[in-house]
């Protein structure tokens, strides 16, 4: 099953034979687009926490390793030195 017939399918489970229209006038690609669409609108705000936290947690551990040092990297070849905290945010 693609994910045409599945968004049909579920939509006929919740609307009735009218989900059969559902086509009409859209190609597969317009489809497409809108149920990513939609998916982001109802996943956005749990996947905007769980980035908050990553990007908190990432700070935090940056923070934490500022004395320990590691050379940087410019085009594949070592430069100045940085701190492990420095690579935690770049």
Request: aromatic letters at 4%; zero cysteines; hydrophobic letters at 40%.
């Amino acid at each position: 099953e693609d994910v045409h017939s599945a968004v049909e399918r579920r939509l006929g489970e919740l609307v009735g034979p009218v989900a059969g229209k559902l086509h009409t006038g859209r190609s597969r690609n317009d489809q497409v687009a809108t149920d990513l669409r939609l998916w982001l609108m109802d996943h956005l705000p749990r996947l905007v926490v769980g980035l908050a936290g990553l990007l908190h947690a990432l700070i935090d551990r940056a923070e934490a390793e500022t004395s320990i040092l590691l050379p940087g990297y410019t085009h594949t070849q070592r430069a100045q030195p940085i701190s492990l905290g420095h690579w935690w945010l770049s």
